[in-house]
């Protein structure tokens, strides 16, 4: 069956670093655009970022621009979410998803399968 598993996630201080991946399986991983979801309680889930099939496209919200970076390994089954200078704000649970038609699009509707997420926790 379709499963993608999260990990990586953890408490870091402001300031810090943290890799999440993304394991995939069950489907064709190739073929689906990734993208990495967050969310706190009592808000929806945002869009974070995503990345194409082949991995020659990404995209990402406004506030994690030029701190967080997509990338996948087709070859794994894994897509990854490096975070950098980490903020109190990027707290929240994680998740990737997966898209088939192969655009980078920000509205979690347009996901087909998702992960259970992981927890980040930034200190200030």
């Known amino acids: 069956q379709v499963q993608l598993v999260e990990s990586g996630g953890g408490l870091v201080q402001a300031g810090g670093s943290l890799r999440l991946s993304c394991a995939a399986s069950g489907f064709t991983f190739s073929t689906y655009s990734m993208g990495w979801f967050r969310q706190t309680p009592g808000k929806e889930r945002e869009f974070v970022g995503a990345i194409t099939r082949s991995g020659s496209v990404s995209v990402y919200r406004q506030s994690v621009k030029g701190r967080f970076t997509i990338s996948r390994a087709n070859g794994n089954n894994t897509v990854y979410l490096q975070m950098n200078s980490l903020k109190p704000e990027d707290t929240g649970v994680y998740y990737c998803?997966?898209?088939?038609?192969?655009?980078?699009?920000?509205?979690?509707?347009?996901?087909?399968?998702w992960g259970q997420g992981t927890q980040v926790f930034v200190s200030s």
């Open positions: 998803a997966a898209e088939d038609d192969g655009s980078t699009r920000s509205s979690p509707r347009e996901y087909d399968y």
